[in-house]
């Protein structure tokens, strides 16, 4: 009986003109005219997928050493800016320094000009 079933449907099955060659399998019901095209087109589509998938993935990796490589260039600069802090504090101190004793020597030849 459900056999009959199966044949009822597969002589009901109307295909539009439309729908033929369109990559997807219309008569899954074994006639000749579909014979392993759904299986062929899912390794094809399956193949296609693997690739995809094999280009996310070097794109992938691509990005996680730009990330990284990021990460360690952040860290140098920070490392550098804070070395370029100290020095300008300590310049600054020099020069705060070398103020003071402009000052005092400008005043001894002030002093001893009058």
């Given at each position: 009986?459900g056999?009959?079933?199966?044949?009822?449907?597969?002589q009901?099955?109307?295909?539009?003109s439309?729908?033929?060659?369109d990559g997807i399998?219309?008569?899954?019901?074994g006639?000749?005219q579909?014979a392993?095209?759904?299986?062929e087109?899912?390794?094809?589509?399956?193949e296609?997928l693997?690739k995809?998938?094999?280009t996310?993935?070097v794109?992938?990796?691509?990005?996680?050493?730009?990330?990284?490589h990021?990460?360690?260039?952040?860290?140098?600069?920070?490392r550098?800016?804070?070395?370029?802090?100290l020095?300008?504090?300590?310049?600054?101190d020099?020069?705060?320094?070398?103020?003071?004793?402009?000052s005092?020597?400008?005043?001894?030849?002030?002093?001893?000009m009058?």
């Amino acid at each position: 009986m459900g056999n009959s079933i199966g044949k009822q449907r597969a002589q009901t099955f109307v295909n539009f003109s439309s729908r033929v060659n369109d990559g997807i399998c219309d008569c899954c019901d074994g006639k000749a005219q579909c014979a392993n095209t759904c299986s062929e087109a899912g390794n094809v589509w399956r193949e296609k997928l693997k690739k995809k998938i094999a280009t996310f993935r070097v794109g992938l990796e691509a990005r996680n050493r730009d990330i990284e490589h990021s990460q360690l260039m952040i860290e140098k600069d920070k490392r550098e800016l804070a070395n370029l802090k100290l020095e300008e504090k300590n310049l600054k101190d020099v020069v705060q320094k070398l103020g003071g004793i402009y000052s005092s020597v400008q005043i001894k030849v002030d002093f001893h000009m009058h």
